[in-house]
């Protein structure tokens, strides 16, 4: 039996659930979940629906001949389907490891096609996984072949979400354009906030008492995309640089994978600057 996901927005109106679920009953399907949201902010009307018992074209046909004249955004896809994947890393290789990982182990819903760094430091873990691996010095001089190979992959391997796994490089503005609503970045955020080298020695020297991570989508303004996931964990005057470092990486590998999964199960939708997210 078909197992399906519907996402839908559109500027808010009344009847547009019943719109909508009338379309399901006349293709044949049955609800199994049911989320929705209204934005009171930017007048626009959220769903994520599960839906078994349904052909996808048909359902797709039904739903949007009932919501005909809503303006909607429409997709219906197969909720069991893994969503074709992208790794971009560097060196640092604990956010990387922990999604191939998870991702071997089942417990993301994701297809890794492959790794693309821009150094050769984590070929050794890409081949423990299996999966393939390209890496290529970055310049000012090569950036634009590197990110030109990473086009190509993404056009010609149907990659539907490219993830940059502690990826030390800013992406030029046109692949950032490229990619939008599909590029997802993991940084971390403390509070206060430390720019620059030595992130963790710096929040050591202010003592801070949280440090967390964020992992939000890739736009042209650096680490200010639309915020997926966050988290943060307390630490205190007894952690020495290195232990703010391990707790810290444990918070950036668990933030970013909760981000693609939530991605790849269809639970993110776009409100402007903001995210729509449905657990």
Known sequence: MHQLVVTLDCPDRPGIVHAITGGIVRAGGNITELQQF?????????????????????????????????????????????????LLASKAGHALNDLLFRWKGGDLPIDVVGIMANHAVLAPMAAFYDVPFKHRFVTAETKPDFEAEVRKVVEEQDVELVVLARYMQILSPELCEFLAGRAINIHHSFLPGFKGANPYRQAHTRGVKLIGATAHFVTGDLDEGPIIEQNVVRVDHTMDVAKLVRKGQAQESQTLAEAVRLFAEHRVLADGDRTVIFR
């Not at 009171?40 to 009307?45: C, E, I, L, S, V």
């Not at 018992?53 to 069991?80: C, H, M, N, Y």
């Open 38 to 86: 209204s934005s009171p902010d930017t007048g626009r009307f959220f769903t994520r629906i599960q839906v078994e018992g349904s052909q996808p074209e048909e359902l797709r046909g039904s739903i949007q001949d009932a919501t005909e004249g809503f303006e909607a955004k429409l997709t219906v896809d197969d909720a069991t389907r893994p969503v074709r994947t992208l």
